[in-house]
C-alpha cells in the first residue's frame, strides 16, 4: 500500500489547493436534504479526487459523500472532500481532505490534509505519521486527559451527551475541536480521545487508519 499512499499524499495536497482557492471567499452555501451544508468547494473536490482515481485506479471502488458510489473490485477509496464543512464556511482552519483506502472492506490507508494549518497526516501498517514526522498516542491517565467532542446538539440527539459529561468528569480538561481535527489531535498525542456519536464512513475510514497506527 506505501506507492498507493504516497499518491494520495500528493493527490490530498492538491486537493488542498482546492479548498484553499474558496476558504474565506464568502462561498455560497447550499442546505442538503438533512440539512447539512455543501458548497462547490465540496464538490469540486471530490470531482477532483474521482477522476484522478479513476486515472490511475480504474477498477477501484470509489465512496464519496457527494456523489454516487462507483463500484469496484477488492479495493475502495473512501473521500471526504472537505471534513468539517462547518468550520470551512465560519472561516476556521480546523477543515481536512480525508482519502481512505479499503482493501477486502478494511480501512488500510489514510490520508488528512489539513490545508489551512499546512499539516499532512498519514497513517498505514508502516505507522503515522504528521508532514513526515512519526506520531504516537498518549499514555496519559484519564485524570490528566483531554478529551475532545464533536457537536454539542448531535450528543444530544444521540442520547450520549449525559454520559459525555460523566466521563468528562473523571478528565482533566475538555474541549470542542470536532471533525477529523480532533482525532489528529489523539494520533499525534495532544489529546486522549476524540468523541463523535453520528459519523459516516467517509468520516472515520481514513482517520481511524491514522489513530490505530
Not at 489547493?17 to 447539512?36: N, T
Not at 479499503?102 to 499532512?120: I, K, Q, S, Y
Not at 485524570?143 to 448531535?154: P, Q, Y
Amino acid at each position: 500500500m506505501q506507492q498507493e499512499l504516497e499518491w494520495a499524499i500528493e493527490q490530498a495536497q492538491e486537493a488542498g489547493e482546492i479548498a484553499m482557492k474558496y476558504f474565506r471567499s464568502g462561498v455560497e452555501v447550499i442546505r442538503k436534504s438533512d440539512d447539512s451544508p455543501v458548497t462547490i468547494a465540496d464538490r469540486e473536490i471530490e470531482a477532483f479526487l474521482r477522476e484522478r482515481i479513476l486515472e490511475k485506479f480504474p477498477g477501484d471502488g470509489i465512496l464519496g459523500e457527494e456523489f454516487d458510489e462507483t463500484p469496484g473490485a477488492g479495493r475502495r477509496w473512501v473521500i471526504d472532500p472537505i471534513d468539517g464543512t462547518k468550520s470551512f464556511i465560519y472561516g476556521m482552519p480546523a477543515f481536512s481532505i480525508l482519502i481512505g483506502l479499503e482493501f477486502d472492506g478494511r480501512p488500510a490507508a489514510g490520508v488528512a490534509h489539513l490545508p489551512a494549518l499546512d499539516e499532512t497526516y498519514w497513517g498505514s501498517v508502516h505507522g503515522a505519521f504528521l508532514n513526515g514526522d512519526r506520531i504516537s498516542v498518549s499514555d496519559r491517565p484519564l485524570s490528566r486527559a483531554l478529551l475532545l467532542m464533536g457537536s454539542l446538539k448531535a450528543m444530544d440527539a444521540c442520547g450520549r451527551l449525559d454520559a459525555f459529561t460523566e466521563l468528562a468528569r473523571g478528565a482533566y480538561a475538555t474541549r470542542n475541536w470536532g471533525d477529523a481535527y480532533g482525532h489528529c489531535l489523539v494520533a499525534r498525542g495532544d489529546a486522549e480521545a476524540m468523541i463523535d456519536p453520528a459519523v459516516s464512513t467517509w468520516d472515520t475510514c481514513a482517520v481511524s487508519v491514522i489513530v490505530e497506527a
